[in-house]
T-cell receptor, first 112, second 117 residues
Framework: AQSVTQPDIHITVSEGASLELRCNYS??????LFWYVQSPGQGLQLLLK??????LVQGIKGFEAEFKRSQSSFNLRKPSVHWSDAAEYFC??????????FGQGTELSVKP | DAGITQSPRYKITETGRQVTLMCHQT?????MFWYRQDLGHGLRLIYY???????DKGEVPDGYVVSRSKTENFPLTLESATRSQTSVYFC????????????????FGPGTRLTVT
């Protein structure tokens, strides 16, 4: 069965430091992968998505993610974190029938 | 450009009562979804709909009922609320494109925080 694992429940980084959030997926075919961000008290917003082609995907707010088939990973990165990036981040994989399967989420805290 | 809206945003109800959460989207998206978000579980799919009058169960459908008589509305009903249904509920919609790579991006509403006492 398809699944998504985000190994880190909570991460704290200093403002200005680099960030990498991990995501591993289990999917038989070529996956369609997504990263969403949820700010406190709000719904989810799409950061970026991967369907095919270039394995390095650029998203909004300066985020990028790299698809690595050999590692079944789709890690999210940002070179320099801002305090406004504090939020919860969800990785998701497309499942049949138009559905998404979400990971459990990683909560990001940013230290001043 | 209203997008996708949910009402109410906050609801407190008692065990055993019927509660309906509303979801409305202005894009005429064919797909609509209901999720619940709980600590430690991320988002779990309750029900989804591929079009008007077509609905199907997700991962955690027990205790919930949905309908979709119009493309733009997708209400979720808790027929007899239980404390385990205390959660934040999100509605989402997406486009299903005919031909070419599908666009599975889902657009989320702001959520409804439901407390069952």
């Amino acid at each position: 069965a398809q699944s998504v694992t985000q190994p880190d429940i909570h991460i704290t980084v200093s403002e200005g430091a680099s960030l990498e959030l991990r995501c591993n997926y289990s999917y038989g075919a070529t996956p369609y992968l997504f990263w969403y961000v949820q700010s406190p008290g709000q719904g989810l917003q799409l950061l970026l998505k991967y369907f095919s082609g270039d394995t390095l995907v650029q998203g909004i707010k300066g985020f990028e993610a790299e698809f690595k088939r050999s590692q079944s990973s789709f890690n999210l990165r940002k070179p320099s974190v801002h305090w406004s990036d504090a939020a919860e981040y969800f990785c998701a994989v497309y499942n049949q029938g138009g559905k998404l399967i979400f990971g459990q989420g990683t909560e990001l805290s940013v230290k001043p | 450009d209203a997008g996708i809206t949910q009402s109410p945003r906050y609801k407190i109800t008692e065990t055993g009562r019927q509660v309906t959460l509303m979801c409305h989207q202005t894009w005429s998206h064919s797909y609509m979804f209901w999720y619940r978000q709980d600590l430690g579980h991320g988002l779990r799919l309750i029900y989804y709909s591929a079009a008007a009058d077509i609905t199907d169960k997700g991962e955690v459908p027990d205790g919930y009922v949905v309908s979709r008589s119009k493309t733009e509305n997708f209400p979720l009903t808790l027929e007899s609320a239980t404390r385990s249904q205390t959660s934040v509920y999100f509605c989402a919609s997406s486009v299903r494109l005919a031909g070419g790579p599908p666009d599975y991006e889902q657009y989320f509403g702001p959520g409804t925080r439901l407390t069952v006492t």
